[in-house]
């Protein structure tokens, strides 16, 4: 039995669902790790910001991979 291609509707919500992990996961990693950070070392608003831009930078450019990849871009 021939393997039909996924339906366009259904893999377009999964390319969806993806970004949206591929985006939040860094930014709210990196954020607890900036929270962490500035509590150990006294430094508050630092390291939380920092670790936000980063996971901002690391989270488009993964998206980026994964649309690029996806043959979307």
Do not use: C, E
Request: aromatic fraction near 10%.
């Amino acid at each position: 039995m021939k393997r039909q291609p996924p339906n366009p509707v259904w893999a377009n919500l999964a390319l969806v669902g993806q970004l949206g992990f591929t985006i939040a996961v860094p930014i709210i990693l990196l954020a607890v790790v900036g929270t962490f950070l500035d509590g150990w070392l006294h430094t508050r608003p630092l390291f939380i910001l920092l670790g936000l831009l980063l996971g901002l930078i690391s989270g488009i450019y993964g998206a980026y991979r994964l649309l690029k990849n996806s043959q979307v871009l």
